[in-house]
């Protein structure tokens, strides 16, 4: 009898180190499972996912082609030479939202890039586009380029003398759609004039309301650092 019973209490310690075990165990694998998860150290910063495309089209308006000088000069090609990456320029002079949208596929879809910068409503407030009709366009741009893997950049249009007002509301709504969307902006305006937009010494071209070559090479430059 009394053999029997140091059987028993055999088997229920043998039963007892093995839920200690198991438990033992468990927690074990949730803790290597938090450290293969765990955040970067306080104050060190995760490093950012690499880009395998790193190809960019730009497309807008007379902005973006480099008016009044040529495409060699523009924005876009100074950004592709201080990055060294392809920078393909779609731009063309005298363009809407609308118009960039006809063409988005294209110009831009069939050059199959990582990103696009969108760059227009220059345009579209000299023509009196209303801003509902702007948006729809930007919306749509934005929507295409994401279904097509391609990462959506705005740029907001420029301050231009005799449509500031509206110019001013295409800037605070597409401001405002890019942070909703987590959408990065580019604004020009920062690095080409003051606080009261007016271009800075030598940045402006004889032609008014447009940038000098030296403007244009600002802007690329503005572009590669906030890009890369």
Request: charged share 20%; no cysteine; glycine share 8%.
């Amino acid at each position: 009898m009394r053999t029997y019973r140091i059987e028993i209490r055999l088997i229920q310690l043998s039963v007892f180190l093995s839920v200690l075990v198991v438990i033992a165990g468990f927690f074990g694998l949730w803790d290597n499972k938090d450290q293969g998860q765990a955040a970067a150290p306080p104050g060190q910063e995760e490093p950012a996912p690499v880009l395998e495309n790193t190809k960019i089209v730009t497309i807008g308006d007379s902005f973006t082609f480099g008016y009044p000088g040529n495409t060699e000069n523009s924005w876009p090609a100074v950004l592709g030479q201080t990055s060294q990456i392809e920078v393909v320029n779609k731009g063309l002079k005298s363009q809407t939202a609308q118009d960039l949208y006809s063409r988005f596929e294209a110009d831009v879809l069939a050059e199959k890039p990582g990103r696009v910068i969108i760059f227009v409503g220059n345009g579209d407030a000299i023509k009196e586009v209303p801003l509902e009709t702007f948006q729809q366009h930007i919306k749509a741009m934005v929507e295409k380029a994401e279904s097509n893997h391609i990462i959506p950049i705005l740029a907001l249009p420029l301050p231009y003398t005799g449509v500031q007002n509206t110019i001013k509301e295409f800037r605070e709504w597409e401001s405002s759609y890019a942070k909703e969307k987590n959408i990065l902006v580019l604004d020009f305006a920062t690095v080409l004039m003051d606080t009261d937009n007016v271009y800075l010494e030598g940045l402006l071209s004889k032609e008014a309301n447009y940038p000098s070559k030296e403007g244009y090479k600002v802007m690329g430059e503005y572009a590669s650092r906030v890009l890369d």
